[in-house]
């Protein structure tokens, strides 16, 4: 966890979100998932879509405390992000 809130001071997101997701389920078993949450709120979206399993573990943990409503949002934005990025990448293309 350390690395990750290192990454997050500087800024680095991409680096940040790979640090995340490569132990996610070690994170999880250290007792570490509330750290985890919080800095998944901070995460930029376009980071954060490359990475499934942080996405639908931050959208699953909204749905069960109840946040049905913020998670569809968040689920929502995410994909409008992925489409966005698509287009973008489609558009770079020579």
């Not at 954060?48 to 959208?59: C, G, K």
């Not at 943990?61 to 489609?90: H, T, Y």
């Amino acid at each position: 966890m350390e690395a990750i809130q290192h990454a997050f001071e500087a800024e680095d997101y991409t680096f940040s979100a790979s640090c995340m997701d490569r132990p996610f389920n070690s994170i999880i078993k250290d007792g570490d998932e509330s750290t985890l949450l919080d800095l998944l709120d901070k995460l930029p979206i376009k980071n954060m879509i490359v990475h499934p399993d942080l996405f639908y573990f931050q959208a699953g943990s909204m749905a069960v405390a109840g946040r049905s409503d913020d998670a569809k949002r968040f689920l929502q934005r995410l994909n409008f992000s992925w489409k966005r990025n698509l287009l973008f990448r489609k558009k770079s293309k020579p």
